[in-house]
């Protein structure tokens, strides 16, 4: 019989669960293990809609690994869970993500599919009708502390299929000792990056310049790296996918070259985030891209082999290297992002780092709908700029954009404009006030 699933959603740099409802088999009893593709699916057990008047009900859920911590947690959470439930038995399999469609698949093909799972993509399983409506299965009060904006990732049809169970931000991780030895300049652009490469390759042979990771362990993010940063995306407007867009062959044209140049760790198609992180930490990489958890994974390694502080690595993060030709922006989520250098949810404010806009100086056309801001004398850095969405934030002056030769139309949605444009301007200014 079929089982729908419930989902943790796991999209790109948002990670989520899912939920497979109607439990019309009884799922697996699987150990709290990182579990193998190869792993066989366990057989049908027989269908088990209720639990008997004095039995436990059987919860089972597929988690993915992010990390040497994740098994850890999960196990902690299991125990916990079953502690304060003692109708429930909750068993949680932790699966890496080179193994978990694999794992997936085969335990929904043998009837035996986890009632939850944590994953990036679903809409196979949707599709065969194999999952939950997220409000079925999620409480309101807990539905309403969702950010919209990860729901809506999970939004097929107009329902949400999946509600997020975490977040990262990333961020370009340099080892500042090497760079200083090296003569570098922090770089800010793909021309600037290989140019820095070039030069820590030439100081010191011995440590790779830059790292990447082109496995399936991460694969749509490590893909997001590159295209995101040159205006490229997966999909368009209108939801059709555009992986062979020009945007996108550049970007890959430009990581492969990176690689051919012998600027990168010597086997991208096998060593994934976690080597890279491991070869960061130990210096032997001098920069990589990583996600806001780095900290606190070399800061972990560091304590369990007792490090001394004179060996560890001195390091900083600044914003990824961007094509210097991108010509358009959208940062709308950018204020629910989490502060790469802490591990404990803080929310980054957009008002707090306007000089990242330094490093897209070619833009004419930038999106920052809701994300928190209070002014736009940034723009005084984009002199190509020639429209800004800057719906729903707090700016309360348009003055700034006087500055610009050719700006040519500003949204402003709700803010409270004090200081406005001249009658005669040739700025088109739409506003909702």
Known sequence: MKKTLALLLALVMTLALVACGGNDDKPADNSNTQTDANTPAPSTPDPAPEAPAGEKIDISVIASQYGQNTNKWWADFQEAFNKEHENINLTVEVVSWNDIYTVVNTRISGNTAPDILNIDVFADYQADGLLLPAKDYVSEETYAKMYPAFLEQSNIDGTIWAIPDLASARAMYYNKDILDAAGVEVPTTWDELKAACEKLKAYDSSIYPWGIDMTTDEGQAAFAYY???????????????????????????????????????????????????????????????????????????????????????????????????????????????????????????????????????????????????????????LPKLQYLNITDNNVTSLKPLESLADFQAVWCGRNTILEKLPEDSSISVYSEN
């Open 227 to 381: 295209i995101w940063n040159n205006g490229g995306d997966f999909t368009d407007a209108d939801g059709n996918w555009t992986l062979n867009s020009d945007a996108n062959v550049e970007a890959i044209e430009y990581a492969i070259d990176l690689v051919n140049s012998g600027l990168t760790n010597s086997d991208p198609a096998n060593e994934t985030r976690y080597n890279l992180q491991d070869l960061f930490g130990a210096g032997k990489l001098a920069m990589v891209i990583g996600p806001n958890s780095i900290p606190t994974y070399i800061a972990d390694n560091y304590a369990k082999a007792n490090t001394p502080e004179a060996d560890q690595i001195n390091y900083a993060f600044a914003a990824i290297p961007t094509n210097e030709t991108l010509e358009i922006l959208s940062m709308n989520d950018i204020s629910i992002l989490h502060d790469p250098t802490y591990n404990n949810g803080d929310r980054v404010k957009l008002s707090e780092h306007y000089d990242m806009f330094s490093h897209f100086p070619n833009l004419t056309e930038l999106h920052l709908e809701s994300t928190g801001i209070d002014s736009i004398e940034f723009v005084a850095g």
